[in-house]
């Protein structure tokens, strides 16, 4: 079945660093779906990309859906502490989710 | 105000036991989900009801019953717990399919299985 691989698993970076992560699929994807999950919380919603090389822009959130609609990625502009959580993509068609990477922030 | 609400917060039971999870939105939403969430954060989707009907049913334990009541609630049974339950279950909902539209999750159920 349709397999979403994010990388990397882990993330640490000193506040103020950037940081990405990458979401790849075996299979062309119809939309992309971006959720965070805050340590204790629940994924919250962030964006969805259903557009070939479509970019969308979030305060310090860039959002990336490649070319051949099998990759994503979203990068965050020098982060702060409220970014700590896990991020995870979800891919089209049965919402597949991502692994997630996890952000460590160190003030 | 909550707009999807799970209940209990936290469960911890023997193993063997039955538990049941509810699950409830007032978002007017017309499809629900049940995640599992494991140690190592995996988000698994288990179940999906569309108007109250079945839609997916991911290769999970048939000790595992959902039922949805209506179209706001969406429960799930599960029998004969085993230490392997062990983990978070998030329900969520969205205006049609998943896919499309944003999903609106609970704040989960961390089920605990001695």
């Known amino acids: 079945g349709q397999q979403v691989m994010q990388i990397p698993q882990y993330q640490h970076v000193q506040e103020g660093e950037d940081f990405t992560t990458y979401c790849n699929s075996s299979?062309?994807?119809?939309?992309i779906q971006w959720y965070k999950q805050r340590p204790g919380g629940h994924p919250v919603f962030l964006i969805q990309?259903?557009?070939?090389?479509e970019v969308k822009k979030q305060k310090r959130l860039t959002f990336q859906f490649g070319e051949a609609k099998k990759n994503s990625s979203l990068h965050i502009t020098a982060t702060q502490t409220t970014d700590v959580g896990t991020y995870f993509c979800?891919?089209?068609?049965?919402?597949?989710f991502g692994a997630g990477t996890r952000l460590t922030v160190k003030p | 105000d909550t707009a999807v609400s799970q209940t209990p917060k936290y469960l911890v039971t023997q193993m063997g036991n039955d538990k049941s999870i509810k699950c409830e939105q007032n978002l007017g939403h017309d499809t629900m989900y049940w995640y599992k969430q494991d140690s190592k954060k995996f988000l698994k989707i288990m179940f999906s009801y569309n108007n109250k009907e079945l839609i997916i049913n991911e290769t999970v334990p048939n000790r595992f019953s959902p039922k949805s009541p209506d179209k706001a609630h969406l429960n799930l049974h599960i029998n004969s717990l085993e230490l392997g339950d062990s983990a978070v279950y998030f329900c969520a909902s969205s205006q049609g399919w998943m896919a499309y539209n944003e999903q609106f999750f609970g704040p989960g159920t961390r089920l605990t299985v001695l």
């Open positions: 990309l259903v557009k070939s090389g």
């Open positions: 979800a891919g089209l068609g049965d919402m597949r």
């Open positions: 299979t062309t994807l119809s939309n």
